[in-house]
C-alpha cells in the first residue's frame, strides 16, 4: 500500500506565501516524477508543477515566477513553496506520484494524496 499525506494548507493572507509538503510512503521501490495539482468546486483538477527523479521542473503559467516545487533527498517528499498567493489561488492542493511499487514491477503507476485546503483571504 502506497500513502501519500499532504499537509501545510492553511489561511493565508492575499500576497503571502506558504509551503505545502507531501510524504510517501508504503510500498515504494522508487518514485519517478512527483507533483502538485489544484481543484476549486466545480472546476477539474489542474496541474500546478511537477518536478522529476532528476530535479527536472515543470510549471504551468500561472505558477512560473511565484511557485517553487522541490523534493528531498530521498525522493520521496515533494514540497511546492507558493509565494505572492492570489485570490484565485485557494483550492484543495493535490500531491500526485508515479511509484514503482515493487523491484519486478514493469511499470509505475499513479498516486493520489488526498488534498490540503489553501484558503487566500483578502
Known amino acids: 500500500q502506497v500513502r501519500l499525506v499532504e499537509s501545510g494548507g492553511a489561511l493565508v493572507q492575499a500576497g503571502g506565501s506558504l509551503k505545502l509538503s507531501c510524504a510517501a510512503s508504503?510500498?515504494?521501490?522508487?518514485?519517478?516524477?512527483m507533483g502538485w495539482y489544484r481543484q476549486t468546486p466545480g472546476k477539474q483538477r489542474d496541474l500546478v508543477a511537477t518536478?522529476?527523479?532528476?530535479?527536472?521542473?515543470n510549471y504551468v503559467d500561472f505558477a512560473k515566477g511565484r511557485f517553487t516545487v522541490s523534493r528531498d533527498n530521498a525522493g520521496t517528499t515533494v514540497y511546492l513553496q507558493m509565494n505572492s498567493l492570489k485570490p484565485e489561488d485557494p483550492a484543495v492542493y493535490y500531491c500526485?506520484?508515479?511509484?514503482?511499487?515493487?523491484?519486478?514491477?514493469?511499470?509505475?503507476?499513479?498516486?493520489w494524496g488526498q488534498g490540503t485546503q489553501v484558503t487566500v483571504s483578502s
Open positions: 500526485y506520484a508515479l511509484v514503482l511499487t515493487g523491484r519486478w514491477e514493469s511499470a509505475y503507476k499513479p498516486f
Open positions: 508504503g510500498s515504494i521501490f522508487s518514485i519517478n516524477t
Open positions: 518536478i522529476t527523479g532528476e530535479d527536472s521542473t
